[in-house]
């Protein structure tokens, strides 16, 4: 059964603010992925943060990870136009390769020129 | 290649008829899967496969789903006799041994 949930389920902001989304999950983990997907496209791979790390860091997106409250957050930092899509986070079980990922519903991001 | 190459790009089938979506994983990556993405919301997984064995097909719909992946040949999934219900967009994904999974385009199915 799905046991991500993003949130908020839609977000619109204007370019240039930051962009805060966040995910929840109920099993235990051995990573968290942010997935983009752009409307009618396949998901582009984001950023991974491992059950052991708390915070990664990668351009201008933010990672936070708290396995205590079984979640997670994904920052981007001076928004353009460009990065309004749909934004997916997936957990990994045990890591090793083979695993199907757990996808939440996603948050789809607005910038407003 | 360097992408997943999924085809047909777009597929209508009427109900009960027969679908096969065929899945060109990166070149060197031992894992494929396959995801169902039902209205733009959550992606289901289906199955895994490590080379040609199947890893994980806990998601798949047994009766009427199944899936391939062969040697020097793409990878299948193939939907028997149809229903309205699988109407979505498929998509294959593939990995090196890494945590990281690398998605295709998607094959949209509609079913009539």
């Known amino acids: 059964s799905q046991q991500g949930e993003e949130d908020p389920q839609a977000l619109s902001i204007q370019e240039g603010e930051n962009a805060t989304m966040n995910c929840s999950y109920k099993?235990?983990?051995?990573?968290l992925q942010w997935y983009r997907q752009n409307s009618g496209r396949g998901l582009v791979h984001l950023i991974l943060?491992?059950?052991?790390?708390r915070e990664k860091h990668s351009g201008r997106l933010r990672v936070t990870l708290d396995t205590s409250k079984k979640s997670s957050s994904l920052l981007i930092t001076a928004s353009r136009a460009a990065d309004t899509a749909s934004y997916f986070c997936a957990t990994d079980p045990s890591g090793g390769g083979a695993d199907g990922l757990t996808f939440g519903k996603g948050t789809h991001l607005i910038i407003q020129p | 290649g360097e992408e997943v190459a999924q085809t047909p790009k777009h597929l209508v089938r009427g109900e009960g008829q027969k679908a096969k979506l065929y899945c060109a994983p990166i070149?060197?990556?031992?894992?494929v899967f396959w995801y169902q993405q039902v209205l733009k919301n959550e992606f289901k997984f289906l199955i895994s496969?490590?080379?040609?064995?199947?890893?994980?097909e806990t998601g798949m719909p047994k009766e009427r789903f199944s899936a391939k992946c062969l040697p020097n040949s793409p990878c299948s999934l193939e939907i028997q006799a149809t229903k309205l219900e699988d109407s979505a967009v498929y998509f294959c994904a593939s990995s090196p041994p890494s945590d990281t999974q690398y998605f295709g385009p998607g094959t949209r199915l509609t079913v009539l």
């Open positions: 099993t235990s983990i051995n990573n």
């Open positions: 496969f490590q080379n040609e064995n199947v890893f994980d």
């Open positions: 070149k060197g990556h031992s894992y």
């Open positions: 943060i491992r059950s052991n790390e």
